[in-house]
């Protein structure tokens, strides 16, 4: 909402001013799974994450945030039939809410700087229905991005990443940087 489709010669002198969108991301239970073995490729269950968007701009600032919730079904065989456990078990996972934050100030096309944060929370998992307390999850990273004109056509991008309050999972920090191209178009309508 707040973003009509138009032609790219009024989008050329359209101004942002508030958005609203909405998603549902689906993950299927695809890829290997072997029931026998502790660490898969797959997961062997569904995966839905419904998701709000809200963006505005005011001038050159422009903020945005997104919230969203992942729910997951059952996996009726993890880690089963083996030497360690020869019956079926089911391992379930709590809902695992999330939010993210943009701040960018654009000083002129393709010049532009934006800090990023986001938080997650939740995803306690229960094996047979009962929940472990050490799973649930509380999260917290925090960044920049700095994107720099070196041409008419291209644009460096640099970011860095930190983990800003990790309880579960991997803290790392992180570098990149990446070159955008942008492709001019003809004058006519065959380009």
Known sequence: MGGPAMASQKFAQWQQK??????LKVVAPTGQYDPTKLINW??????????????????????????????YTTNPEFFSRNAFFPGT??????PV?????????SVKPRLW????????????????????P????RNSRIGA??????????????????GAC????????????GLAVFLARGRNNRD
């Open 89 to 94: 078990r089911a391992q379930s996972q709590n």
């Open 166 to 177: 990790i309880r579960y999972g991997g803290n790392y920090q992180k570098i990149s940087v």
């Open 134 to 137: 050490l799973t649930v999850q």
């Open 113 to 132: 700087f934006s800090l990023v944060g986001n938080y997650w929370f939740g995803g306690t998992t229960s094996l047979n229905g009962v929940q472990n």
């Open 18 to 23: 508030i958005l609203l969108g909405a998603s």
């Open 145 to 162: 991005t700095a994107s720099i004109p070196i041409s008419k056509h291209q644009s460096l991008t640099v970011s860095y990443a930190d």
């Open 97 to 105: 809410g999330s939010f993210e934050g943009h701040l960018s100030y």
């Open 42 to 71: 797959g997961a062997n269950r569904w995966g839905f994450k419904p998701e709000l968007g809200y963006s505005q701009r005011w001038g050159h600032w422009l903020v945005d945030g997104y919230m969203g919730v992942w729910f």
